[in-house]
């Protein structure tokens, strides 16, 4: 299942400043587009998400951008902090509250 | 801060053996799912469920699978006649609207190690 896909494993950035995960999928019918942090030992919690209507969305340190005609959305974390440091998952759904489908995943490490 | 409770947090089977995952989701929660991640791979959805019935389940949940609420807290996973390949974190899931995945709140997961 090669629907959502992040491409890369992992980043690191020094903290301060900004961290980009990327991430590409080709079902053109996904009107749902959400990312998850997870750290270890415990389950994914939401983070941000966008509608296929938008193309940006912020929250904070967190904005979420979706390029539609590329088929691919990025969360951008500015300025990171070491406890921004977690997996990162992409996910996506045909609409709002229906199943996701996720990405790898990438795992960023922000250092002092 | 509410949460989603998974037990057990590790358990092993032997192949071919019965396993029971469970969950207590949050209280007021109507809607609950269970997803999976085999190490490596990425996390999938097995299956949601509402009003004591399967709502969506996708091509992994088969007739090895099934979901059950038997009381007003908890929610299980039963997988009949275990393989290797079942071996993965197992999330449940939980929300209390529906149509709103950003609602979603998971649990730490059962990590299951089939022998």
């Known amino acids: 299942d090669q629907q959502v896909k992040q491409n890369s494993p992992s980043l690191s950035v020094q903290e301060g400043r900004i961290s980009i995960l990327n991430c590409d999928y080709t079902n053109s019918m996904f009107d749902y587009f959400l990312w998850y942090k997870k750290y270890p030992a415990e389950g994914p919690t939401f983070l941000i998400s966008i509608s296929s209507i938008k193309d940006k969305n912020e929250d904070g340190r967190f904005t979420v951008f979706l390029n539609k005609s590329a088929k691919h959305l990025s969360l951008h974390i500015v300025p990171s902090q070491p406890g921004d440091s977690a997996v990162y998952f992409c996910a996506a759904s045909l609409s709002r509250g229906s199943r996701l489908t996720f990405g790898e995943g990438t795992q960023l490490t922000v250092n002092p | 801060e509410p949460e989603v409770t998974q037990t057990p947090s590790h358990q092993v089977t032997q192949m071919g053996q019965e396993v029971i995952l469970r969950c207590v989701p949050i209280s007021n929660h109507l809607y609950f799912y269970w997803y999976r991640q085999i190490l490596g791979q990425k996390v999938e959805f097995l299956v949601s469920f509402y009003n004591n019935e399967i709502s969506e389940k996708s091509e992994i949940f088969d007739d090895q699978f099934s979901v059950e609420r038997p009381d007003g807290s908890n929610f299980t996973l039963k997988i009949r006649s275990t393989k290797l390949e079942d071996s993965a974190m197992y999330f449940c899931?939980?929300?209390?609207?529906?149509?709103?995945?950003?609602?979603?709140?998971f649990g730490s997961g059962t990590q299951l190690s089939v022998l």
């Open positions: 899931a939980s929300s209390q609207v529906l149509g709103f995945s950003e609602k979603l709140f």
